[in-house]
C-alpha cells in the first residue's frame, strides 16, 4: 500500500508557474474559438450553431480575452459577429474557409466581406484561408487571386495562415497580404520539441520568420499544447506541460511585444475523428463542463483526482490479496514463495496503474468502439491480476487458447480456466490490433500501457507455474511473432525519447515470450 500510495503522491505533485496560464486580471490576446459541443461536428454539413450557444460562449470567453479568431462561416458561425458587438469587448479575426471547391470559396469570400462591411467595429482583421496550401487543395496563384479581391474590398487588414514553413515555400503570398499569419505547433513540428523548449523554440521560429519577412508584422495564428493525448518523441501531452508552455509564449509575447493566437479556447472532441485523442484536448476550457482547466491560484496536476484512482487502486490491491487467501483457505495447500512473491507483484502493479488506466480509458474512449475497446483491455487488466494470483497460490498454470476454444475432448474444464482463457486472449487480440495500428498508421495512436501492463505482468508470472513438456502452439506462436515484430518496429519508428513507446514495447515483448512459452498440454485440475 505504501508503494501505491508514494507514486500517485509522486503522479500528482502540483507545478508551480512564474504566470497564471490564464488569469481573467491579465487577459490572454486572442484566442481561436469554435462553438462545437458533445456530438456536434463541423464534419456533418448539417450541424447549425444557435446564436445563444455562441453567446453563452463568448460571454465567458470575454473574460480572459479580448479577442477571437474564426475558421469559417458555415455551421451557424456567420453568427459571430453580429454575437461579439451583443456581448461587447470582443473583437473578431475573421476567418474564411478556404478549400478545393471554386464555388464555395466565392460564396465564403462574399459573405466575410459583407460581414466585415457590417461589422467594421467588431472584425478588426480578415484571414483569407487555413493551411489551405499545406492540404495542397488551391495553387498558391488562385489563393493570391482571392486574397486581392477580399482585400480590394474591405477596409480591415488582409492576412493568410499557415504553417510556417509553407510561408517559406510560397514567399510570394507575402506581397498579397497586410500581415503575415504563421502557425507554430512545436508538439506538430517535423521533429516534435519538448515542452520545456517549447516557448523558445516559438520565439526562434518567430524571428527566423521576421528575418525572411521583414517590414510587415508576424502574428503568431495559433500556438498552444495539448493536454491529452500521444507521445511523439519527447513530446508528452499533459495538463501540467500545457500550462507551462501556454504561460511561458504567453510571458515572452509580453515581453518581446508580439502578438499571439493561442489555440484554442474550448477542447474539441470532433477533431480526434480526425487526429486522434490529442486532436481534441487543445483547449484552455474543458468541452463537457466548460470549465477553465487551469483556474487561477489552484494547484496544477496531471491527475487532479488522484486520491480516487488511489483509493479504487488500493482497493483493487487488497482484493487480490484476499482472493488469493480465500482460495487456500477453501483448499488446503502450501503455496511457493514465489507464487506469493508473484501475487504481491500483481497486485501491486495494479493498484499504481489502475487510476493510470481509467484516466487514460475515459480520455482516449472516443465512439463506442473506443470505449468497447479501451474499456475491454482495462477489464483485462483488473481481471488478470485477480485470477492470475488465485492461479498461482494453487500451482494452476496458464491456459492456451486451445483450452477455450479447441475440442474438449481429452481435457478437464473449469470456471478458472474459461475466465482466464478469454482474458487472455482479449489481450492478444487488443495488443496485437494496437501493436500493428503503430507499424501501419501510428500518427494518432494511443498508446495503451497502462492496462496492457496490468494484464501482461500477472500472465507472466503465471508462466513460472507452466508445464515442462508439450507442443508450443500455433496460434501462440503467431501472437508472439506479431508482437515482436511490431515491437521492434516501433522502437525504431518513434525514437529513444518516447517512453510511452518504449514502455507499451517492453510489454509488447513480455507478452510475446510469455506466449512463446507456452505449451499446449497442459494440467487442468
Not at 508528452?236 to 511561458?248: D, H, K, M, W
Not at 509575447?253 to 485523442?277: C, M
Request: hydrophobic share 45%; net charge positive; proline share 5%.
Amino acid at each position: 500500500m505504501g508503494a501505491i500510495a508514494a507514486v500517485w503522491w509522486w503522479l500528482a505533485t502540483p507545478i508551480t508557474l512564474a504566470r497564471a496560464p490564464i488569469d481573467p486580471a491579465d487577459k490572454v490576446q486572442c484566442v481561436s474559438y469554435a462553438p462545437f459541443r458533445g456530438e456536434q461536428t463541423p464534419l456533418e454539413s448539417w450541424t447549425h450553431i444557435e446564436a445563444d450557444q455562441i453567446e453563452q460562449d463568448l460571454r465567458q470567453l470575454g473574460q480572459i480575452t479580448d479577442c477571437i479568431r474564426t475558421y469559417s462561416m458555415e455551421n451557424g458561425l456567420d453568427q459571430v459577429p453580429a454575437v461579439a458587438a451583443k456581448v461587447g469587448g470582443l473583437k473578431v479575426l475573421q476567418g474564411i474557409w478556404l478549400s478545393s471547391n471554386r464555388t464555395k470559396n466565392f460564396e465564403q469570400a462574399a459573405l466575410a466581406v459583407r460581414l466585415t462591411k457590417e461589422f467594421p467595429d467588431i472584425i478588426s482583421a480578415v484571414i483569407v484561408g487555413n493551411e489551405v496550401l499545406l492540404r495542397g487543395e488551391m495553387t498558391t496563384a488562385d489563393l493570391i487571386s482571392i486574397i486581392r479581391s477580399v482585400k480590394a474590398q474591405v477596409s480591415v487588414p488582409v492576412t493568410y495562415a499557415d504553417v510556417w514553413e509553407y510561408w517559406l515555400k510560397n514567399r510570394e503570398v507575402y506581397d498579397a497580404v497586410d500581415f503575415v499569419t504563421i502557425h507554430i505547433l512545436p508538439y506538430w513540428e517535423d521533429f516534435p520539441v519538448r515542452a520545456k523548449f517549447a516557448a523558445a523554440h516559438v520565439g526562434a521560429i518567430r524571428e527566423r520568420m521576421a528575418v525572411a519577412f521583414p517590414g510587415k508584422e508576424i502574428l503568431i495564428g495559433e500556438t498552444g499544447w495539448p493536454s491529452e493525448g500521444r507521445m511523439r518523441d519527447g513530446a508528452l501531452p499533459s495538463r501540467t506541460n500545457q500550462a507551462r508552455v501556454v504561460s511561458e509564449i504567453l510571458s515572452l509575447a509580453k515581453t518581446q511585444k508580439f502578438r499571439v493566437n493561442l489555440i484554442e479556447s474550448y477542447d474539441q472532441p470532433w477533431k480526434r475523428k480526425l487526429e486522434g485523442t490529442v486532436g481534441g484536448y487543445w483547449g484552455l476550457y474543458d468541452s463537457v463542463r466548460r470549465n477553465l482547466k487551469y483556474p487561477p491560484g489552484q494547484p496544477i496536476s496531471n491527475f487532479p483526482y488522484w486520491k480516487w484512482y488511489m483509493g479504487a487502486g488500493m482497493g483493487l490491491s487488497v482484493l487480490v490479496f484476499a482472493v488469493a487467501m480465500i482460495t487456500l483457505r477453501r483448499r488446503p495447500w502450501t503455496p511457493r514463495f514465489s507464487a506469493w512473491l508473484g501475487v504481491g507483484i500483481s497486485a501491486t502493479t495494479a493498484g499504481i496503474l489502475l487510476g493510470i488506466g481509467i484516466d487514460k480509458m475515459y480520455y482516449e474512449s472516443y465512439g463506442i468502439g473506443g470505449w468497447l475497446l479501451w474499456g475491454a483491455l482495462l477489464l483485462a487488466g483488473i481481471l488478470s491480476p485477480i485470477f492470475c494470483a488465485q492461479a498461482m497460490v494453487i500451482g494452476r498454470s496458464l491456459p492456451t487458447f486451445l483450452d477455450l476454444l479447441g475440442p474438449r475432448e481429452g481435457r478437464k474444464w473449469s470456471k478458472l480456466t474459461a475466465v482466464l482463457g478469454l482474458t487472455l486472449a482479449v489481450t492478444a487480440v487488443i495488443a496485437a490490433q494496437t501493436a500493428l495500428g503503430f507499424v501501419f498508421d501510428p500518427r494518432y495512436k494511443d498508446f495503451p500501457y497502462a492496462a496492457l501492463t496490468m494484464a501482461v505482468v500477472p500472465f507472466a508470472l503465471l508462466m513460472l507455474n507452466r508445464p515442462q513438456i508439450g507442443q508450443r502452439p500455433i496460434a501462440e506462436a503467431v501472437f508472439a511473432g506479431v508482437l515482436t515484430l511490431s515491437a521492434a518496429y516501433v522502437l525504431v519508428n518513434e525514437g529513444r525519447d518516447n517512453w510511452q513507446s518504449l514502455w507499451t514495447c517492453a510489454i509488447y515483448l513480455l507478452f510475446a515470450l510469455t506466449l512463446w512459452r507456452a505449451r499446449a498440454e497442459q494440467t487442468q485440475e
